[in-house]
C-alpha cells in the first residue's frame, strides 16, 4: 500500500537552532500539505502545495518557516529560528487531483518536534 | 472559515459496547468529509471518507453518516474492542479549497476490557 514518507520521526532541537522536516507523498499526487498539531487539537494547515506552486500558505509564520517543493515531489519544511511554541507534531499529507485516483487525504506517520 | 466541533471530547466504555461519535461543522458546502484515527504520537490513519453526494460509508464495524443540511456527521463503532482505543478525528474539506482539511479536536476513546 502507498504511504506517504516523513523524515525524522523525531526531533529535538534548542531554541534559536535550525530545523528541516522531510515528505515524500505518494507517487502521482499533485496537492501535497503541512499540517502542525499541538497536543490535545487538532491539526491545522501550514501551507499547500499544487505541483510545485504554493496555493496556501495563510497560516504559516513567514518570519521564520519556509517550504519548498522544487520538483512538484518531495518536499521540505524549514524553521529558523526554533521557538518554545514550536514544540508540535509536523504532518505531511497528500492527494490526487479530482478524478485522477481515490479521493481524500494520505497522512504520513508525522515528525514529534521538541523545542528545548 | 470553517469551525469542526467533536462530542464528547472523551469517552471510556467497556468492551462490547456500541459507541456513538458525532461531529458538526458550520459550513455546509463541503465536499468530502474524513474520518481519522490517531494513536498516541503518531500519524493519522484515514477510516472512511463520505464524498458530499454520499450520505454513509461502511467499513468492517464502522459506519458514518452524513447529513449536509444540518451539518453533521456521526461514527459508528459497533462491538467495540481494547484495540479500537485512539483518538478519532473528524475533518472536512470545501472543495473549493483543494482538499485542504478542517479538523475537530478529535474524541479520545478508551475501551477496557
Known amino acids: 500500500e502507498a504511504e506517504v514518507a516523513q523524515s525524522p520521526r523525531y526531533k529535538i532541537t534548542e531554541k534559536s537552532q535550525a530545523v528541516a522536516f522531510w515528505c515524500d507523498p505518494i507517487?502521482?499526487?499533485?496537492?501535497l500539505y503541512w499540517y502542525r498539531q499541538i497536543l490535545g487539537q487538532g491539526p491545522e494547515l501550514l501551507v499547500q502545495?499544487?505541483?510545485?506552486?504554493?496555493?496556501?500558505d495563510s497560516q504559516l509564520p513567514k518570519d521564520r518557516f519556509s517550504a519548498e517543493r522544487l520538483k512538484g515531489v518531495d518536499s521540505t519544511l524549514k524553521i529558523q529560528p526554533a521557538e518554545l511554541g514550536d514544540s508540535a507534531m509536523y504532518l505531511c499529507?497528500?492527494?490526487?487531483?479530482?478524478?485522477?485516483?481515490?479521493?481524500?487525504?494520505?497522512f504520513g506517520s508525522g515528525t514529534r518536534l521538541t523545542v528545548v | 472559515k470553517q469551525e469542526v466541533t467533536q462530542i464528547p471530547a472523551a469517552l471510556s466504555v467497556p468492551e462490547g459496547e456500541n459507541l456513538v461519535l458525532n461531529c458538526s461543522f458550520t459550513?455546509?458546502?463541503?465536499?468530502?468529509l474524513q474520518w481519522f484515527r490517531q494513536d498516541p504520537g503518531k500519524g493519522l490513519t484515514s477510516l472512511l471518507l463520505?464524498?458530499?453526494?454520499?450520505r454513509e460509508q461502511t467499513s468492517g464495524r464502522l459506519n458514518a453518516s452524513l447529513d449536509k443540511s444540518s451539518g453533521r456527521s456521526t461514527l459508528y463503532i459497533a462491538a467495540s474492542q481494547p484495540g479500537d482505543s485512539a483518538t478519532y478525528l473528524c475533518?472536512?474539506?470545501?472543495?473549493?479549497?483543494?482538499?485542504?482539511?478542517?479538523f475537530g479536536r478529535g474524541t479520545q476513546l478508551t475501551v477496557w476490557p
Open positions: 502545495f499544487q505541483d510545485e506552486s504554493v496555493v496556501d
Open positions: 499529507a497528500s492527494s490526487p487531483k479530482v478524478g485522477q485516483g481515490i479521493p481524500g487525504s494520505t
Open positions: 463520505i464524498q458530499s453526494s454520499q
Open positions: 475533518a472536512v474539506d470545501r472543495g473549493s479549497t483543494l482538499g485542504r482539511l478542517y
Open positions: 459550513d455546509s458546502a463541503i465536499y468530502n
Open positions: 507517487s502521482g499526487h499533485a496537492t
